[in-house]
């Protein structure tokens, strides 16, 4: 990737983010014909999901603990980050049903594809959804402070003397995200607190229900 283009996606806020991830999807909606109605749908999903993610990230990984700071003034509101998560989980749901109906009277071919949209849908919904809150949980933090005071009014104190960046805040939503519990940062705040808690909830019901469904519905395919 260039340094022009990766200074430019860096500078993106979230707004910015969500609409060429938008804009993406819609794009690749109306480029496949329209007799793949079901696969122009889950196509755009992945298209979409798979743009944001990739901006998203090159932000992550670009960006130390002052970048992290200063990005976080231009904070999602939170009913949009609510809406991001609940529609990821609703797409991988969705995706789940298309799964299964693919895997009936199509050729092998076309079973095959829609089997691999499907997946990547899920792998896309479930990187989404941490990916959101950890960009969730660095607005937070910052809000409520800077420096020292930060690990304490910001909700989160994260092991060592620096300042977290985007990465940190990665680990800790991931860590969530894989195991539904909390590792080696300690919540200090009622509001983190609840948010974590949330997060947990999520996590536990898109691994143990979409995740195992998907595997039962795949090896019923084959």
């Known amino acids: 990737m260039g340094a022009h283009l990766k200074q430019w996606?860096?500078?993106?806020?979230?707004?910015?983010r969500l609409a060429i991830a938008g804009l993406t999807g819609i794009?690749?909606?109306?480029?496949?014909?329209?007799?793949?109605l079901d696969t122009r749908a889950i196509?755009?999903?992945d298209a979409a999901s798979g743009i944001y993610l990739s901006l998203a990230w090159t932000t992550i990984a670009g960006a130390d603990a002052e970048a992290t700071?200063?990005?976080?003034?231009?904070?999602?509101?939170?009913?949009?980050?609510?809406?991001i998560v609940l529609g990821a989980a609703c797409i991988s749901v969705a995706a789940l049903a298309f799964m299964y109906k693919s895997g009936h009277g199509l050729p092998v071919w076309k079973k095959m594809l829609h089997v691999a949209l499907s997946f990547l849908?899920?792998?896309f919904a479930w990187l989404l959804i941490h990916t959101r809150f950890a960009f969730h949980y660095a607005h937070r933090y910052y809000i409520g402070g800077r420096g020292a005071r930060a690990a304490h009014t910001g909700g989160l104190n994260f092991p060592g003397d620096r300042d977290p960046d985007y990465l940190d805040f990665a680990y800790f939503s991931f860590v969530i995200g894989m195991t539904s519990q909390v590792s080696d940062v300690a919540v200090t705040s009622r509001v983190m607190r609840r948010i974590t808690l949330a997060h947990g909830l999520l996590s536990f019901g898109f691994n143990v229900a979409v995740l195992a469904l998907s595997v039962n519905i795949f090896a019923s395919l084959i």
């Open 27 to 36: 794009a690749v909606f109306f480029m496949l014909p329209i007799a793949l």
């Open 121 to 123: 849908a899920l792998g």
């Open 9 to 16: 996606i860096e500078r993106l806020n979230a707004h910015h």
């Open 43 to 45: 196509a755009s999903w």
């Open 69 to 83: 700071r200063i990005s976080t003034r231009n904070r999602q509101s939170s009913l949009t980050i609510l809406l």
